[in-house]
């Protein structure tokens, strides 16, 4: 499933250049909720710890020898208590169930939104077509999908609420050997785009991110902790904890606020958030966790989308002409399900052309736009945009991904922000439109 990217090194360098440029103005919005709105409906089952089973029934009902953690009245799913030895136990329980063996690592997807219905007039249907696009990038590529609106503990709302739903989620899915966290405004905008994998082999963490940022002008938005890759172990299990004990189920909270403002001396906001923590933690090295976490920054791992929406028309333009020049199997009619071996046919033929690379010069798809600040449920978008721009990029960024799912059932958007399709012709998009 995973594969090397082909990105150009002096492309790279460029974009990386206009980016950092680009921080600057993501400054005064980082800190702006994406997962649960300020003042979400608590689960109020979420901080009884639940057993997996009677203590009368835990041994009656099962063969002792096919027990597993599950068994275990002492754990629980709740962030408050450690696991120890979750490796052991992990794997205990993929011997017990060798169905789920693969060569390939398994990945599952997780992101969620708040419990009640959106304020504003075009929220709801936004963040139900970003699950829809979820939905199909999982689909396409095998993989699993948990979409969370509960919160999972009541001291942990907002940016913190995904650390309790990952760490529940790990438990789930032992079968999974990666979780992967990508915020609801997030949109999938290259459905062909696989993860490298191999790339992470010997790392536990992976975050979009730039080492420079990090180390020599140390800014809290030196990452983004919106989308994130976490190994399924113990690692995960201990990093997390760490994390949450910065958060506001902390008694330090308080404390961790002043240390964060006074160590990031452009973060806007006193609190203590999940992203200054995290830059914090590989920044000083506390706990040892950074040689573990990758910072991923030659691909669009999550990309600003405002250097990204105006570029997609163009975008889709090239890809239309490189396919016109390109073999006829790449506008073969084709089904869904071998939507996967159709896309590493493409990706071949962009290696072959000039400027498809990613990155704000290149003209390769970007893989995930992120549409930080703009807050489409509670339409608190950041002042700093102006009109519509939040709601209509994020409608055109979602038409361009459906075009391409769409295009195996024969279909296209008529324009990008048009909710009207029109069929394809044979032999598109070389044949007269």
């Given amino acids: 499933m995973a594969r090397s990217s082909t990105t150009k090194p002096s492309a790279l360098v460029d974009g990386l250049v206009f980016t950092a440029g680009a921080f600057m103005a993501l400054l005064i919005f980082f800190g702006l909720y994406s997962f649960l709105s300020p003042d979400p409906v608590p689960n109020r089952l979420s901080s009884i710890s639940l057993p997996f089973s009677s203590p009368r029934t835990n041994h009656s009902t099962h063969d002792p020898s096919d027990q597993t953690f599950y068994d275990d009245p002492s754990l629980t799913y709740t962030i408050e208590k450690p696991i120890s030895n979750w490796d052991e136990k992990r794997s205990a329980w993929l011997k017990l169930h060798p169905s789920f063996s693969a060569k390939t690592e398994r990945v599952l997807m997780v992101s969620g939104s708040q419990p009640k219905p959106c304020p504003s007039y075009d929220g709801d249907h936004l963040l139900l077509r970003s699950l829809k696009n979820k939905v199909d990038y999982c689909r396409i590529h095998d993989i699993e999908l948990f979409y969370n609106t509960a919160l999972f503990h009541p001291s942990m709302p907002t940016f913190w609420a995904k650390i309790p739903v990952i760490r529940a989620a790990m438990l789930a899915h032992p079968e999974a050997d990666w979780v992967w966290w990508v915020d609801s405004d997030a949109i999938f905008t290259d459905m062909d785009f696989f993860l490298p994998l191999d790339r992470y082999r010997d790392h536990n963490m992976v975050v979009h991110g730039w080492p420079k940022l990090v180390y020599e002008e140390k800014s809290w938005v030196a990452l983004n902790a919106g989308v994130f890759l976490i190994r399924n172990c113990q690692w995960s299990l201990d990093f997390m904890d760490e994390w949450a004990s910065m958060g506001p189920l ?60 105006g570029r997609l028309e163009n975008i889709a333009a090239r890809y239309n002409e490189m396919e016109k020049r390109g073999p006829a199997v790449l506008r073969r009619r084709h089904a869904e399900g071998v939507f996967v071996s159709y896309a590493k046919q493409r990706d071949a033929q962009l290696g072959r052309e000039n400027g498809a690379v990613s990155g704000p010069k290149g003209w390769k798809r970007p893989f995930l736009t992120h549409f930080t600040g703009c807050q489409p449920c509670n339409g608190k978008r950041n002042e700093q945009y102006s009109g519509d721009n939040c709601t209509e990029g994020m409608y055109k960024a979602l038409n361009f991904a459906d075009d391409q799912v769409l295009r195996a059932y024969g279909f296209r958007h008529a324009n990008m922000l048009s909710g009207d399709v029109q069929p394809l012709p044979f032999d598109y998009p070389r044949a007269r439109t």
């Fill in 250 to 309: 902390s008694p330090d909270y308080e404390k961790w606020g002043k240390i964060l403002t006074s160590t990031f001396k452009n973060k806007v906001f006193t609190d203590s958030d999940d992203q200054s923590a995290l830059v914090y933690l590989i920044l000083t090295g506390k706990g040892g966790w950074r040689d573990k976490i990758y910072l991923e920054n030659e691909y669009y791992f999550e990309g600003y989308w405002v250097e990204i929406v």
